[in-house]
């Protein structure tokens, strides 16, 4: 108790601390590498070329102008040709309060922290008392977050308690004991589950900037975090050093930057960026952007940072409209298309190797077709995929090399579109497949990496978004026992071969969410 008093008192000091400094740097400086990071294709002038791909050198402040409004200029006469009538450009938004602040420790059993990996979950609309037996209405719309042993129900700890009226964002940091979360209205908040410390990093009332929703990205080793905050006119992506509890900026431009990704081995950080269309937003810049005229955007270009040094790549010219991630340290995956697009819907797969930013597209030898690939999961080596293959006449789940090469048709497996849900041991040795969104008709199914059965269950409980544990020993997963007969999903485990059930969540009331695993070892 002596040694939680002693930290504790520490840490205020730090906070009181980490909130003067959060005042003194309440605007971003850009850092000076940012001003020299190449391109695989830069352009030959400063001017932007409609082709080009352009290197943005981030203004000296995020302070706008007083000119940051503009008035349509009234035509000249009567007679005078129709006009645009512009719209008033971009507003320039505050800084979100970078902040180190509301720290509490939080109690997690010694017993707990055994050195194995822990299942994250929440447990929804947890009540006392239901008025109404038959279907188990909740008397509360309140979410607590848990983590528990995979391996017995008995030992769990409660980490927080969120009044929400939806699904509360949480963010895990791969092989750490760390986790983020966020409070809507309130801000993004950090927990190390190794000393039970909890604090909010950033006072902010939405994940959504600029109308594109922005989530953080933790490098693999829980140590440093990449929030995408508005500054001013622009978005750019700033890290939070969880050990040091200090920010630095890691992309600063005047375009919109965001859908941060590290590389396992944190030497690359991956984002999105409308730069090569729209070098800045800033009214006050000659090459400035309208959104009265210029489309907002909701996807842009992929680049990659080497954070050693500052250098900035364009990874390719194609568009992608969602994050991309990494298959490995090397291999960047990201798709382009539209899935959902009625004249010709279409989705397909791209791989960069960022040692040569060359990008291919990776689809199925001698088809012909217009790919629209869904739901994929890659093998941690990037050799093998399995995904949802939608033509116009049904929906087909394959596994393919990552040179296009069939190599399996799962014909005994059906799910509709965009509801499998696969995952791959990080070892690479088993692959699990089950369904999402309540869509889950199968039990337990787990291949080999030739994609062999090597466990089969039958429903109930069904098999919903399975997850591996860090060190491939275990799944998580959700599951819904119809025989109950009222609908309830309960967190379950298995061993890596899909037996062995455990029940972690009998003894709560409401419904579960799997977030997935932690590993405070």
Do not use: H
């Not at 008392?129 to 008995?154: C, K, M």
């Not at 959504?208 to 975090?225: C, E, F, H, K, M």
């Not at 995952?423 to 999402?436: K, M, Y």
Request: with cysteine; net charge negative.
């Amino acid at each position: 108790m002596l040694k939680r008093l002693i930290l504790l008192l520490s840490l205020i000091t730090f906070t009181s601390a980490c909130n003067l400094l959060a005042e003194d740097a309440a605007t971003l400086t850009p850092t000076p590498t940012e001003t020299t990071a190449p391109t695989f294709t830069p352009a030959p002038t400063q001017t932007p070329q409609p082709t080009a791909t352009i290197t943005v050198s981030p203004t000296p402040t995020e302070t706008p102008l007083p000119s940051a409004t503009f008035t349509p200029a009234p035509t000249a006469t009567a007679t005078a040709p129709p006009t645009n009538t512009l719209i008033p450009m971009n507003t320039p938004l505050p800084v979100p309060g970078r902040a180190a602040d509301n720290l509490e420790l939080v109690d997690i059993p010694g017993t707990l922290l055994n050195g194995r990996p822990l299942v994250v979950f929440v447990n929804q609309n947890d009540s006392l008392t239901i008025r109404n037996l038959s279907t188990a209405e909740p008397e509360n719309q309140e979410e607590i977050l848990y983590i528990a042993d995979p391996r017995n129900p008995g030992l769990r700890a409660e980490i927080a308690r969120f009044n929400a009226q939806g699904n509360t964002p949480i963010y895990l940091a791969g092989n750490s004991a760390n986790l983020a979360y966020f409070v809507d209205g309130d801000g993004l908040y950090v927990l190390d589950a190794n000393n039970g410390i909890s604090l909010r990093i950033v006072q902010l009332a939405s994940l959504v900037q600029r109308g594109i929703v922005t989530r953080p990205a933790w490098s693999n080793d829980g140590r440093l975090l990449a929030v995408t905050l508005e500054t001013g006119y622009s978005l750019d992506i700033i890290g939070y050093d969880l050990d040091a509890g200090t920010w630095a900026p890691l992309i600063q431009s005047g375009a919109y930057n965001f859908w941060p990704s590290f590389s396992p081995d944190g030497r690359y950080l991956a984002f999105v960026s409308d730069r090569a269309t729209c070098p800045t937003w800033n009214p006050n810049e000659a090459s400035a952007c309208s959104d009265g005229i210029d489309a907002i955007p909701i996807g842009g270009q992929v680049y990659v940072l080497e954070i050693e040094t500052g250098q900035i790549t364009q990874i390719s010219d194609q568009p992608t409209f969602e994050p991309p991630y990494w298959l490995n340290n090397r291999n960047l995956f990201f798709t382009t298309g539209d899935p959902v697009e009625l004249l010709q819907p279409e989705r397909r797969f791209f791989v960069a190797n960022i040692t040569d930013a060359v990008s291919r597209e990776i689809r199925l030898n001698g088809t012909g077709e217009t790919p629209n690939y869904l739901t994929e999961s890659w093998s941690a080596d990037g050799q093998r995929v399995i995904f949802q293959r939608a033509t116009s006449d049904n929906t087909e789940i394959i596994a393919m090399s990552a040179t296009g090469d069939l190599l399996n048709r799962f014909d005994d497996l059906s799910f509709a579109r965009f509801t499998m849900s696969a995952t791959w041991a990080p070892n690479g040795e088993r692959l699990a497949v089950g369904g999402s969104s309540g869509q889950c008709p199968y039990g337990v199914r787990v291949f080999d990496r030739d994609f062999n059965s090597v466990g089969r269950g039958t429903a109930p409980p069904s098999m919903c978004n399975p997850q591996f544990s860090p060190d491939s020993s275990l799944i998580a997963y959700t599951g819904i026992d119809t025989a109950r007969g009222d609908g309830r999903v309960d967190v379950y485990t298995t061993t890596a071969n899909g037996f062995d059930r455990v029940g972690l969540t009998f003894d709560l009331r409401g419904s579960m969410r799997l977030i997935g695993w932690i590993d405070p070892s």
